[in-house]
């Protein structure tokens, strides 16, 4: 809207919108009311029998809980585009994707989808409002009621951001004093003289400039007609300010039918209602059978007459006396048919709305495969799920760029770090709307519509193992990973990081490369919580740091002679337990001592192995008379 809207004018919308979905909350309020319990099964054709709760399963509300429960099984993926291709775009949108995330986890939006979905199985709508939270300084996603929701009148299948949209919303008038004390006095003026005991109508009017809020009127008045709401002349604005989101932050999509709004159960109203009736008289057929009418029958022209004192209940035990009469036993039961009536219509009931058998406890037929089980249970691919898949995606689309609008238009400088609070992702990101939010595309979906999450992770994991489908993509459209990159990699670094602990592995057992003292330093760090790549680096920083300490303090001048091979600093040659080097190594240390004297040094001799050493002790254990030449 170009121009602001007066208050009339909204109020004249509001009546025009309420009058025409009339017809529409009645049914609504029907589905409402029998979900909560809140109807009884009348039985005025019975003498003395009281209304009862309905005797039957709750069809209405096992259609519109399992249905929704299926839809919401696996999570939405959001999906956020880059600009362009360089990496500073590419990292903006993983940003923004991210910090969508954390939105998402700030508003409970895992917990509200349930009841949107709810909304649309059993209303054929819901509602989102994104609104600015000015205690909190953030942006709020709101659930609306769809049964006081009155947005633009739009086509069933068109999912949009609406140019308008009004809420009704009751308050008492001791709600307004207290926010709106102003409006109170006002209010009070016009009841004056009259003292009304009931809920005030105010309304929400958001379009493209403003955000109002007015009273139309009392919601019923006292000792009026219920349809008396004299809005045109009582209502009158309360408080107005700019719409700074520069958009309507409302999602009020609709589900796909002929020509209105229909829930999916909408039509089952009557028959359920009819499969309670029976059932109740079925029941009450049955009480009757239990406890039967007695009839007294005279045998002459005088009244029996009852001598043994007050009529005795059969159950006591007690014999009435009478006299001059016959007494007969009515017995009542209900027909032969009643029985496969009821099991027709609650067929009936749940092939319509899209109950399995199974999900009520009810396993008949053969299942002794998982796919029987999947057939059974109504698992597989379910067309009613796949559209409300579809259609929740393409609305929180809408909620996302709603979300961002009304950031960047309230918020636009302050610095806001979210926390994605999706598995595999421990880190924040810091957005800044005026920067961030300016590219506000954005694509929700979910992978396999229709599908439960068992079944995608099946369908993804065939797809890959036939190269049909890449491991990049795989992980983006499975359920349980919210962020494939990030998965990909800790997959790598996982795969990277058990290479390094087998090659760890086989120099320990082959004792090279790697010292016991390292090995145990590491873990040491392990045990205090470091991981395994980290306190190895640490061990073997530590190890060699103190190695080159040692080495500096032995090879400091004056501390020793010049070393093998003619090498000064260097540690000298020991010499076995014997006190003395055998001639062949004591020769060989002279020459390459001699040959390292023209200029550069040669190369150092190694000390004699361990098992040499070893071979050199268990000679000298077995024969005293060693050969002066052994080594």
Not at 222 to 244: D, H, L, T
Not at 391 to 418: Q, W
Request: one cysteine or more.
């Amino acid at each position: 809207m170009s121009n602001h809207l007066e208050f009339p004018s909204i109020v004249s919308v509001m009546r025009q919108r309420v009058s025409q979905d009339a017809e529409l909350l009645r049914y609504m309020i029907a589905i409402r009311d029998r979900y909560n319990g809140e109807v009884l099964v009348p039985l005025a054709d019975v003498s003395a029998q009281r209304p009862m709760e309905p005797p039957v399963p709750r069809l209405i509300q096992e259609a519109i809980d399992h249905t929704s429960m299926r839809a919401n099984s696996s999570r939405p993926q959001i999906f956020c585009p880059s600009e362009s291709h360089s990496e500073g775009k590419e990292a903006q949108a993983t940003k923004r994707r991210r910090s969508l995330y954390g939105g998402w986890h700030e508003n409970y939006m895992e917990q509200k989808l349930y009841r949107a979905y709810r909304h649309f199985v059993g209303y054929g709508t819901f509602s989102f409002m994104v609104m600015p939270d000015d205690k909190l300084e953030t942006a709020v996603i709101n659930l609306r009621d769809p049964l006081t929701t009155y947005p633009e009148l739009i086509a069933p299948d068109d999912i949009r951001f609406p140019v308008n949209v009004g809420y009704v919303f009751g308050h008492s008038s001791a709600w307004i004093r207290d926010r709106y004390p102003h409006a109170y006095d006002d209010m009070m003026a016009f009841a004056a003289g009259r003292d009304w005991d009931t809920l005030w109508d105010l309304v929400e009017w958001v379009d493209e400039t403003d955000v109002v809020i007015g009273i139309l009127g009392p919601r019923m008045p006292a000792y009026a007609p219920q349809e008396y709401r004299p809005y045109g002349y009582s209502g009158f604005e309360v408080a107005r300010w700019p719409n700074r989101a520069g958009m309507v932050p409302a999602v009020t999509p609709r589900r796909v039918t002929l020509d209105r709004i229909l829930g999916q159960v909408s039509t089952l109203i009557s028959t359920t209602d009819l499969f309670a009736r029976l059932t109740a008289l079925d029941i009450a057929a049955a009480e009757k059978a239990i406890f039967p009418d007695v009839a007294v029958i005279g045998r002459g022209a005088a009244p029996p007459q009852l001598i043994s004192g007050p009529w005795q209940d059969g159950r006591t035990g007690n014999v009435n006396l009478l006299t001059e009469s016959t007494v007969q036993v009515l017995q009542s039961a209900p027909g032969p048919l009643t029985a496969p009536i009821l099991d027709r219509l609650e067929n009936a009931i749940r092939d319509s709305g899209g109950i399995p058998s199974l999900y009520g406890g009810q396993a008949t037929g053969g299942a002794r495969t998982g796919a029987g089980m999947a057939a059974l249970g109504g698992f597989a691919v379910d067309p009613r799920i796949a559209e409300a898949n579809s259609i929740m995606g393409r609305s929180l689309e809408r909620v996302n760029e709603a979300y961002m609008a009304v950031m960047e238009g309230y918020y636009p400088t302050k610095h806001f770090t979210f926390f994605p609070g999706t598995p595999g992702v421990d880190e924040t990101v810091e957005i800044v709307p005026e920067r961030d939010y300016k590219f506000k595309a954005n694509v929700v979906s979910y992978a396999f519509p229709g599908s439960d999450a068992s079944q995608v992770s099946v369908a993804i994991t065939q797809l890959v193992g036939s190269k049909i489908m890449s491991r990049a993509t795989g992980r983006q459209k499975h359920p349980f990973i919210d962020d494939a990159q990030q998965e990909e990699n800790n997959v790598d670094e996982e795969a990277l990081t058990d290479a390094f602990e087998t090659g760890l592995q086989q120099q320990l057992a082959s004792g090279q490369g790697v010292q016991l003292p390292t090995i145990a330093r590491t873990i040491q760090l392990l045990r205090s919580g470091r991981d395994l790549v980290d306190a190895y680096m640490q061990a073997t920083a530590e190890d060699q740091a103190a190695q080159a300490a040692q080495g500096a303090g032995q090879g400091a001048p004056g501390m020793g002679g010049p070393g093998v091979g003619g090498q000064p600093g260097a540690p000298p040659p020991q010499a076995g337990p014997g006190g003395q080097l055998p001639p062949q190594l004591a020769a060989a240390l002279q020459q390459m001592g001699a040959q390292g004297q023209g200029g550069s040094p040669g190369p150092p001799v190694p000390p004699p192995s361990p098992s040499l050493l070893n071979t050199r002790h268990m000679a000298q254990a077995l024969n005293a008379q060693v050969s002066p030449g052994a080594v």
